[in-house]
């Protein structure tokens, strides 16, 4: 069990001689050698031990926490990266025009190229589910993108073609849940709630790399400087949007393995909708599905890697073309 998902409101995690304990009201719910152990992922209203902080601090156990929605709030950190001339030369780079729209626009072909291979391969296995239009339109928009000549420009550019893969994304889901378009803060719906969450996982463990390899996650090219936004994770994730989390969402739906009444609703008094939430069994379900994917295999140059090390790859990559200003190179989905 490398990752650990602590899902029940009112538990606590716990250290317990060369085990780690998770119990609720003197029941224990779960325990587990402590080696196996590699992430922990806390959601909602669960305590951690004096003990238990100790114990994951000391082994560079990484520790994410979020609220009951799933949006990423924070994590348990050690401490700072001794790497301060890596640091410098990522600010350096960041007051380079040049070096920041090169990097945008990389990153914004890929997520549109990644994004339009997704909805290629299902026409291709769906031939009934009409993707022309759509397809056509995310390839003219990705001939746009080397025009842009302000990262602005290519924001503008990232929105337009995110509304018109997710109208094709629509057509892909082929059971009875209801998606109109993209929402966030709250989800809208069941499908917009799963793709939330599992963009909050991704960010969190991209995060977690940035960090580790000695680079500012607050400190992008694509995403501007804001607040507590991580930037550069945010950056760094657009590639695989589409192919880790947008394909688990259609596999959870297509598949039958989530279903409507599998999601709570609370509304206001006039029937907005205020949370789309998954039930606590659902929640396994996705999580089971997550760890699936992000530990699938794929083929790379250099040998096979799971999802979940492509991240490190791929910070390694970035890492290099800030040091030594050469081509970032994104993972392009074959």
């Known amino acids: 069990m490398p990752t650990l998902y602590l899902l029940e409101q009112g538990s606590k995690l716990s250290k317990t001689s060369r085990r780690v304990v998770v ?16 992430r922990v992922f ?18 560079n156990i990484d520790v994410s926490f979020f609220n009951l929605r799933g949006r990423f709030i924070g994590k348990l950190i050690p401490f700072e990266s001794k790497n301060v001339y890596l640091r410098i030369a990522q600010y350096e780079k960041f007051k380079d025009e040049e070096f920041k729209l090169k990097i945008a626009k990389l990153i914004v072909k890929t997520k549109i190229k990644n994004s339009r291979t997704l909805l290629q391969k299902f026409y291709h296995n769906h031939p009934e589910t009409n993707l022309e239009e759509e397809i056509k339109r995310l390839d003219e928009i990705y001939q746009e993108v080397e025009r842009k000549t302000k990262i602005s420009s290519l924001l503008g550019l990232e929105g337009v073609s995110s509304k018109i893969y997710f109208s094709g994304f629509s057509k892909c889901l082929r059971k009875n849940f209801s998606f109109k378009e993209r929402t966030r803060h709250p989800p809208q719906d069941p499908v917009n709630s799963l793709l939330s969450l599992g963009y909050s996982l991704i960010l969190s463990e991209m995060f977690s790399v940035i960090f580790a390899l000695g680079l500012d996650p607050y400190v992008g090219f694509l995403h501007s400087l804001e607040y507590s936004r991580p ?19 259609l596999d959870l739906i297509n598949k039958e393995m989530l279903k409507e009444e599998d999601f709570e609703y609370e509304n206001s008094e006039d029937g907005k909708v205020l949370k789309v939430l998954l039930n606590q069994e659902a929640k396994r379900v996705f999580f089971s599905q997550y760890e699936k994917r992000m ?13 979940r090390r492509l991240f490190d790859v791929q910070t390694r990559i970035m890492i290099s073309a800030i040091k030594e200003n050469s081509e970032y190179i994104p993972f392009i989905l074959r």
């Open 23 to 38: 119990e609720k009201e003197r029941q224990i719910l779960l325990e587990i050698p402590e080696f196996k152990v590699e």
């Open 42 to 59: 806390v959601f909602g209203n669960v305590q951690i031990t004096t003990q238990a902080l100790k114990f994951l601090l000391q082994n």
């Open 231 to 249: 930037s550069l994770a945010l950056d760094l994730i657009e590639e695989f949007r589409s192919v880790i989390v947008d394909r688990l969402v």
């Open 295 to 307: 530990n699938a295999k794929i083929t790379l140059s250099s040998g096979e890697v799971s999802y």
